[in-house]
């Protein structure tokens, strides 16, 4: 557990730009910006070009930022079982509701798609569940899981 | 989804063919173009987001997981991403609405489906309980592992393992690899 700070300034700015860039790709591509989607689609679509430099970009951003000296490094260190644990769930969660964060909590809800709204009203009901449970009960504990 | 195999194909049959002016020849050059300008967009996209990832704290699992901890010391910022990344996503989607094509040429085409089903349902709620494990979800890790957090792909390459059995179950069961795409 650890403390961090109100930054709605940032954070609007961060979603702004993320507006953006999902407004870029759907004049320019006609595409939804949905990241599990788009990485999936790396395995079993046939057009890989451009869903390699869409997520080239992600990876590369923080770099980017770097030279503007605006990056903001983060000092997080989480278990390889965690991950490991997380990914997969977070994988197959994805790819059976079609959409993550981005696909239905931002594209999704900008559409006023009634699908979005079922899927974020459902993922942010569990994640808040899941983190409740972990940090504010004795589950993390029994189950051996260090709460993050 | 068959966009670039039509132009590649069209490639490979007439290189430095002088245009006859018939579909096939003349083709070419216009799906190399719009290939091109995918590729630059979802690069540029892709960078703009990322830094969207990174400044508003989305890629600090920390700060997510305090985002989700209404019941403990909750930092609502995370709240401003969604307001900020909503509000000008409604106008773009607007815009692309009212065009027939994109810029690169491509038809408009935005998803469509309106049904509710188990699958949605329950695929968001094992998705919420693995972002709230670990405070990543699949755009944050990819910034994660640009912001030096090499262990990210641990968490990727799960993701897409994850994936890729949904993908291999649907398969096997439709014979559809395909019916799983489409928000």
Redesign the interface.
């Known amino acids: 557990m650890s403390d961090t700070t109100f930054t709605p300034i940032a954070s609007l700015v961060g979603g702004l730009l993320i507006g953006g860039a999902t407004t870029l790709l759907v004049l320019a591509s006609s595409r939804v910006a949905g990241v599990s989607g788009i990485a999936a689609g790396l395995a079993s679509s046939s057009d890989r070009a451009w869903r390699g430099a869409f997520l080239l970009g992600l990876v590369i951003a923080p770099a980017l930022l770097a030279a503007t000296g605006l990056f903001t490094s983060t000092t997080w260190t989480i278990e390889p079982t965690t991950l490991v644990v997380g990914g997969l769930l977070v994988g197959v969660g994805t790819r059976l509701a079609n959409g993550c964060t981005s696909g239905h909590g931002v594209s999704g809800l900008a559409r006023l798609s009634p699908r979005s709204a079922v899927a974020t009203a459902t993922f942010m009901l569990l994640g808040i569940g899941t983190v409740t449970l972990l940090r504010h009960t004795g589950l993390a504990g029994g189950l051996g899981w260090a709460a993050q | 989804?068959?966009?670039?195999?039509t132009a590649s194909d069209t490639r490979a049959q007439t290189p430095g063919d002088a245009p006859t002016g018939e579909a096939p020849t003349g083709e070419a050059p216009t799906s190399d173009r719009r290939?091109r300008?995918?590729?630059?967009?979802?690069?540029?996209?892709?960078?703009?987001?990322?830094?969207?990832?990174?400044?508003?704290?989305?890629?600090?699992?920390?700060?997510v997981?305090?985002f989700?901890?209404?019941?403990?010391?909750w930092?609502?910022?995370?709240?401003?991403?969604?307001?900020?990344?909503?509000?000008?996503?409604?106008?773009?989607?607007r815009?692309?609405r009212k065009?027939s094509?994109?810029?690169?040429g491509?038809?408009?085409?935005?998803?469509s489906?309106?049904?509710?089903t188990p699958?949605?349902?329950?695929?968001?709620?094992?998705?919420?309980?693995?972002?709230?494990?670990?405070?990543?979800?699949?755009?944050p890790?990819?910034?994660?592992?640009?912001?030096?957090?090499a262990?990210?792909i641990?968490?990727?390459?799960?993701?897409?393992?994850?994936?890729?059995?949904?993908?291999l179950v649907r398969w096997r069961r439709d014979g559809d690899?395909?019916g799983?795409?489409?928000?």
């Open positions: 989804m068959g966009r670039t195999v290939a300008v995918e590729i630059a967009a979802a690069l540029a996209a892709g960078i703009v987001f990322g830094a969207g990832l990174v400044i508003s704290g989305m890629s600090d699992p920390p700060k997981l305090a989700l901890d209404v019941a403990g010391d930092d609502p910022s995370l709240a401003f991403v969604m307001v900020g990344a909503i509000s000008i996503a409604f106008v773009g989607f815009l692309a065009r094509t994109s810029l690169s491509a038809p408009m085409s935005l998803p489906r309106r049904d509710i699958s949605l349902v329950i695929g968001s709620a094992i998705f919420g309980i693995g972002w709230g494990l670990v405070g990543l979800c699949p755009g890790a990819f910034a994660a592992l640009g912001q030096g957090h262990d990210a641990l968490f990727i390459v799960a993701m897409l393992g994850g994936a890729g059995l949904v993908d690899p395909d799983a795409t489409g928000t």
